[in-house]
């Protein structure tokens, strides 16, 4: 895999993401998550997969860049659900192992996920509204599940990330340690549920699932298909603009 390094340790799969300086979210990347989930399913020796960034970042968002080069973003972001979809139904405990930042699709990656350790100083946030677009792999439908339904609205619409800290207390994250100890006790937690029975963790993930309501699909529908609308207008052209041009947007409502 060209961005992704996957190990193991004691029953616990390590995915690290590689991809500098920001471990932006690719149309390959995500490919390459799906791929590397695919992979540990099948694996009868890995019981609880960690996943995390390489470098200063867990991941600092989507690859923006690359959104100007998407044939169809609208697909783009359904098939980046489906891959976090299936990371949050998946057969085996995931967690994820967040520092410097996990920004708009970095921290939809790990919302997706069943837990969340931190950096006390991580920041985490879905900045996108100040690109002129909107969350697009979930983040809608994901972040209110945990911080409630005004603190989300609070976080989309003025683009202010929480730290780590912050977001343990928002029930965001499970716990933050200081940035040198978070892969090491993360991998603490992780080796602990490694020991329990496979049939018992598959079983509780799949009766945990039931507290997602029916209308969490509609909301992920309608999420992508306003992703593409919201992201063929002239505001969103132009935030894409202005934060290639590492200057202030200025949005017109077009």
Same mark, same amino acid.
């Given at each position: ?22 471990? $932006?979210?690719?149309? /390959?990347? *995500?490919? !390459?998550?799906? %791929?590397? =989930? ?5 694996? &009868? ?31 783009? $972001?359904?098939?980046? /659900?489906? *891959?976090? !979809?299936?990371? %949050?139904? =998946? ?5 994820? &192992? ?157």
């Amino acid at each position: 895999m060209e961005f992704l390094k996957l190990s193991q340790e004691d029953g616990v799969a390590i995915i690290t993401i590689v991809r500098p300086p920001a471990n $932006a979210m690719s149309q /390959q990347l *995500v490919k !390459e998550i799906d %791929e590397a =989930f695919k992979s540990i399913e099948a694996d &009868s020796a890995t019981r609880v997969v960690v996943i995390h960034g390489d470098g200063r970042f867990f991941s600092a968002g989507a690859d923006i860049k690359e959104f100007l080069s998407v044939p169809n973003i609208q697909q783009h $972001a359904t098939e980046a /659900q489906a *891959v976090f !979809e299936r990371i %949050e139904s =998946f057969s085996k405990p995931v967690i994820a &192992s967040i520092h410097g930042a996990a920004l708009g699709g970095g921290l939809e990656l790990a919302m997706s996920c069943h837990m969340r350790y931190v950096s006390k100083t991580a920041k985490l946030g879905l900045p996108e509204l100040s690109l002129g677009l909107i969350p697009g792999f979930g983040g809608t439908q994901r972040l209110p599940r945990y911080v409630g339904s005004a603190k989300a609205a609070e976080m989309i619409f003025t683009s202010d990330p929480v730290t780590g800290e912050e977001a343990v207390n928002l029930g965001l994250a499970n716990a933050a340690f200081e940035e040198e100890d978070l892969l090491e006790e993360t991998l603490k937690v992780a080796k602990k549920i490694a020991l329990k029975g496979p049939i018992a963790l598959k079983a509780t993930i799949d009766l945990l699932a039931y507290s997602k309501s029916t209308r969490f699909y509609d909301g992920i529908d309608a999420e992508a298909a306003t992703f593409g609308q919201v992201f063929a207008t002239e505001d969103a052209k132009e935030g894409i603009t202005a934060f290639v041009e590492k200057r202030q947007a200025v949005f017109k409502g077009k």
